[in-house]
């Protein structure tokens, strides 16, 4: 125990944390302040004020960032729900279905989109869709997300469904339960924890994706990422920082959603 | 024992070999199981017990070999199709419903109807005194009462045939024993037949009707618990059940009950139980508590003294034979127990009908 080195005492060890911590959330901050300020400036503080948060959402830009929003939170309904659906069947077959043949090439199959890079999977899902002559528009984002949703969603179902050990189910079994019986009742229910964080995890994946969206989207439609991309190339003002610290929000509290979801039900087994 | 008037057969595992990839967890095993018997299997760790119940209850298929359940093959049956239920080892109560909806559970898939379902539940929790805990979770119970919760839950389907996978083996000692007592009163009361698992001889033979030794996937012996007790068909089965001396022998002369035994090359003993006796190499069971001390000068077998260990109730004393063999032998703690001290030269003797001749 007494050999064991406090890493805390190791030369520069505080100096590379702040560091770290510094250029990790001023950036955060400082656009959380400025979306605040008063002025029309950007560098310049005019005083503490809503305008930014009104102009938003009444004023110039509004109608553009609302369709957009509407548009994200649509979209990102959809392939959340539905790739959530799709990791929980995956999850089963995967570890309750016993051996299959091609069982470990499903497992790296699934868990492969984590690791290409997004900008190549972007390309090739335009290329493919260009292929299959299928329009660009709503349905071309939502049918990529729902893809690139998966594996963020089969993770933390996975985790949890590993966690299990067959005897409930086998105790199901045992008392009359059908096989379906089986699921709802018994696996689904301890399951659940994990299916929430996983929904919540694909769903804010999806809704700040912009790399993929950009590329499949065609014109005439945007979501909040590439609206505000958008809106930012003729130069940026206040309103984007008030935009983003709405997002922030938003994403903040889904991440915590997704941590309770996750511990809930680990104390009692 | 009553039990013996209804023959009836309740299940009835007919050469079963179960084969994993690696091992052989049941190598042909035949028991038949009687209608309303407690029935115990047992084994030390590994030897195929858990991996036997699980054929029953349709969690693992066999290799070979059929398991008729009151005559009708149950072998094709998943296991919820099977008239019977586990009491698993770890219990496996569903975390997230209350005692009430663990032990409902089975009634509810069988479609009985609600207020039949809550009247049986109702009963079964006041069998295992859990009456006051219906609405409780698992977690908010102590091991001893999820394991009546587990009980319960198993019993309230009415099975033919209740499994327990060493149901106990989670327990202190203290509640161990009441809980004993407790099961051996709802398996007479309910009349179910129970195929009871354990590694706990004292368990199995305080509470069983009857009993099967199995070792390394094999049916070492059946039959009550003075059968195997007194009446070990094999060395493993002797050595298995309480304490013993294997004691090494030949044999010169044997009808094939009665056998006449050499002990050191000249001490010569007739043994009454000698069943499947043949000339040659043998061992004589003997167990510490049927062996006595006297003088060395009125008996024909000797031995040092090289060991006591005081026990309160008795003593056991370990004498090394002139070959160096040692002898367990238990004496009584009472006002005229002889005790003698290490290194004394002590008589042995041995009643010639608790002694036992085993085939190596
Ligand atoms: N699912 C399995 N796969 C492979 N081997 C198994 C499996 N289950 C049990 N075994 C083996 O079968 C043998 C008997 O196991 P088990 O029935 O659990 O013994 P017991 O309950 O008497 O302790 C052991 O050698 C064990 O390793
Ligand atoms: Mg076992």
Redesign the pocket.
Known sequence: MNAKIDIRRFPGFSFATYLCLFLLYTPLIIVMIYSFNDSKSIMLWGGFSFRWYEDVFWGLEAPKFKQAAINSLSIAIGAAVTATTIALSAAVAMLRAGHFRGKGASLGLISLPLMVPEIVTAVATLIFFSAIGFASGHATILVAHIVFCIPFAYLPIAARMQGIEASYEQAAQDLYATRFETFRLVLLPLVLPGVISGFLLAFIISLDDFIITNFVKGAGIETLPTAIFGSVKQGIKPNIMAISTLMLLVSVVIVTLSYFANRSGQGKK | MSLHETNKIAIDVDNVTKR????T?LKNVSLSIHDNEFFTLL?P????????LRTIAGFEGISEGDIRLFGDSIIDLPPNKRPVNTVFQQYALFPHMSVMENVAFGLRRQKVVDSEVRKRTGEVLELVQLSGFADRLPSQLSGGQQQRVALARALAPRPKVLLLDEPLSALDLKLRQDVRVELQQIQANTGITFVF?T?DQEEALTMSNRIAV?SA?IVQQVGTSRDIYESPENKFVADFIGDTNLIDVEIVETDGRQATCLLLGNVQLICNNAKGATKGRASLSVRPERLSLGDASNSSLSGTVSRLTYLGTDIHVAVNLEDGEVIDVRVQNSEDARIPDTGDIVGLNLELDAARVLMN
Do not use: D, P, Q
């Open positions: 994993y990839a690696e091992v967890a084994g760790s590994g030897c195929g017990k858990t991996t036997l698992v590694h199995m996937g």
